[in-house]
């Protein structure tokens, strides 16, 4: 009877070593997430960051003509909080068209004043409806 628990015992100490020899994994991780996508009218805040369609982003998303970004390559200050219209998002159904990456923005569609932008979500640009951190 006292083969079995001698056999327990030493497996228990066997897996402790095992255990305690293992090399220790590093947890700092580096990922390059390289150069946000050249969309002209701003990208989607989700990987792949396709290109988002003209009015899909509000004006204040736009500093000087320029989309200030979202997700990893976001530049708006830490309290921004900007409207999108999220009937133009692919995952509530939207199939119309978008730019390609490296487009050129149609002069008769100004970032600075969205004709007829109906913005119907808060967003922070950093992946957060409602503003929400």
């Known amino acids: 009877m006292r083969r079995p628990t001698y056999l327990a015992v030493a497996a228990a100490a066997a897996a402790c070593f095992m255990a305690a020899a293992a090399p220790r994994a ?3 991780i580096s990922i390059n997430i390289g150069v946000p996508p050249d969309c002209p009218y701003g990208y989607y805040d ?3 960051y396709p290109c988002a369609p003209y009015g899909y982003y509000g004006p204040e998303w736009f500093l000087n003509g320029v989309f200030i970004g979202v997700g990893p390559w976001f530049h708006g200050p830490a309290n921004f909080r900007g409207h999108v219209n999220n009937h133009l998002d692919p995952r509530r159904g939207y199939r119309g068209s978008r730019p390609n990456p490296g487009a050129k923005r149609d002069p008769a569609k100004p970032v600075s004043k969205i004709a007829h932008f109906k913005g119907n979500e ?3 640009g950093r992946g957060h ?3 929400k951190r």
């Open 26 to 28: 590093q947890a700092q």
């Open 122 to 124: 808060v967003r922070d």
């Open 46 to 48: 989700y990987a792949p």
């Open 129 to 131: 409806v409602g503003g």
